[in-house]
């Protein structure tokens, strides 16, 4: 990782003083519309610099779940609590500064194909009102450092799926955040670089994050050797060594 | 490695045939709102000299007294108001000088067995000009009988018709702003519903409302100084063009053109541009609060 990815002494000081769950479920039931419940009393914690997967077939509700703690969605009941806030009591106002605590790798990516791949990644920090100056080394041996360090300058539309896949993994990390939700992160890439983005995800989860993976891959989720989430029909029906709700 | 940009990328996209629709649109205005605050001073300057002229002449129509003469009355009544202060002039009007000022209404007829008013025309002191009621007081202490006419009731049409020019000019400003403001607030509509994946971006990696109102607010605000500038530009041109053309006394002699009034168009690209960013704010602001 590049040198400013180590733990500064608040995020560290943060995680030996809490033991307040990052992320709370409580009896949680999301619909679209009238449409049926696609979640249904879902309820599980994620304790500070825990590492879980996310698995289940298609439809099962993992995005929509990963909706719910990025504060895309609201449940249609139950209570979402995020690092101890309840999301549903959360001002509009405040809650930017709680996804800035939260990095996400969407499974579509959602680069924005008018920047270039520098700007992509330096956004979250553009966003929180750093200046260019501050952040363009760290950007630079960021991009490096996943592969795209030749390509600072291209624009997404040219780039392969998988340099797009680095690219948004970069953009969610690149603010050191506290939580790290990524969505079949490894959909578009081929095994070495699968299981070189999970190192990536098991050293940012060593400096303190808490990583919640959503995967179909089941091979790399049982390489890991990480706690799983099993959703189910919109159910949470198993848990590997998951945290107890 | 390749290099890093110098500078960052705008975060919003562009779309150069849009922007290029609102560019003109913003200039055609502000074009307009020039030539209207440049043609309102010429008016006011128009205004303010026939009210000049006015207030500076006066005409007294002269009562002969019994075995008297209207002739030697006008004289002797013109050289009493010679005297007074405020009066720069008076002269007893000629028999075929106020003929002359009936034939608009009587025509070629003969007029030798008409009463023709005696008047005396008075030219007042510019500075310090003599009240109509001065002009009585003198005559009565002069025992001369006549009729003063200040030309008040003139004055007062010519000053209405100004403050008419200047309400004009207020109400195409006030309908040009919310033109423009309606223009620049639909602008920002379909700019965010072009980028709403970006917009949704933007919230999702922990941008406030206010950050996001504030690209917008920057780009439409640059966008309308720029057309601003053109259509001030442009209006300041066609002005010095009539100008020009016109002659010493602009476009016409009743609407005198000054070559100062060209700066008139001078502040419209800022004026564009704090609409702009009202709207613009305005608008976002109510969007980003339905965005979710």
């Known amino acids: 990782m590049p040198r400013k990815a180590a733990p500064s002494a608040s995020q560290a000081a943060r995680k030996a003083a809490t033991t307040e769950p990052v992320v709370r479920f409580e009896t949680v039931g999301m619909r679209y519309g009238r449409a049926p419940e696609v979640l249904k009393d879902v309820r599980f914690t994620l304790s500070p610099g825990s590492f879980h997967f996310l698995t289940g077939p298609s439809g099962a509700g993992k995005s929509s779940l990963l909706k719910l703690i990025y504060l895309a969605a609201q449940p249609s009941r139950g209570r979402v609590e995020l690092f101890g806030h309840d999301v549903q009591a959360v001002p509009r106002q405040d809650q930017p500064f709680l996804r800035r605590r939260i990095g996400v790798v969407f499974q579509e990516f959602r680069l924005l194909d008018h920047l270039t791949a520098f700007d992509n990644v330096a956004l979250p920090l553009r966003v929180a009102g750093q200046k260019p100056a501050a952040y363009r080394e760290d950007v630079r041996e960021l991009l490096s450092w996943v592969g795209l360090g030749q390509k600072l300058n291209a624009m997404p539309p040219a780039l392969s799926g998988g340099e797009k896949q680095r690219l948004a993994i970069a953009r969610a990390v690149v603010n050191r955040p506290e939580l790290l939700i990524a969505d079949e992160p490894t959909g578009n890439v081929d095994h070495e670089m699968a299981l070189r983005i999970l190192k990536l995800f098991i050293e940012l989860n060593r400096l303190g994050t808490t990583v919640l993976i959503a995967s179909h891959d089941r091979e790399l989720v049982e390489a890991s050797g990480m706690p799983v989430l099993k959703l189910n029909e919109g159910k949470l029906t198993r848990q590997r060594g998951a945290d107890a709700a | ?292």
């Open chain 2, 1 to 292: 490695m390749s290099q890093p940009p110098l500078r960052p990328g705008s975060l919003l996209p562009r779309n150069r045939s849009r922007d290029f629709a609102l560019h003109f649109v913003v200039a055609v205005l502000c074009f307009l709102a020039c030539l209207a605050a440049v043609g309102a001073l010429a008016a006011d300057r128009a205004a303010q000299g026939w009210s000049r002229d006015i207030r500076g002449e006066a005409t007294v129509q002269v009562i002969p007294r019994s075995g008297e003469t209207g002739a030697s009355a006008a004289a002797r009544a013109a050289e009493v108001l010679a005297g007074v202060r405020g009066v720069s002039e008076a002269a007893a009007l000629e028999r075929d000088k106020a003929e002359a000022l009936l034939r608009p209404w009587l025509g070629d007829a003969p007029l030798d067995d008409l009463p023709v008013p005696h008047l005396v025309a008075v030219r007042l002191d510019p500075a310090h000009p003599a009240s109509g009621a001065d002009l009585r007081r003198a005559l009565t202490a002069a025992g001369v009988d006549g009729i003063v006419d200040d030309h008040d009731r003139w004055l007062e049409g010519v000053e209405q018709a100004a403050t008419g020019v200047r309400a004009a000019v207020i109400a195409l400003f006030l309908l040009m702003t919310a033109a423009a403001g309606a223009v620049i607030a639909f602008a920002t509509r379909t700019g965010m519903a072009a980028a709403h994946d970006v917009v949704e971006v933007l919230h999702l990696t922990g941008a406030r409302d206010d950050f996001i109102a504030g690209l917008f607010q920057v780009r439409y605000a640059r966008l309308a100084a720029v057309s601003g500038l053109w259509g001030a530009g442009a209006a300041a041109a066609v002005a010095a063009l009539v100008k020009v053309l016109g002659g010493g006394d602009g476009l016409t002699p009743a609407l005198p053109l000054a070559w100062s009034d060209l700066l008139a168009v001078s502040p419209w690209p800022l004026v564009a541009a704090t609409v702009a960013v009202v709207a613009a704010r305005l608008t976002t602001m109510r969007l980003l609060r339905e965005f979710e």
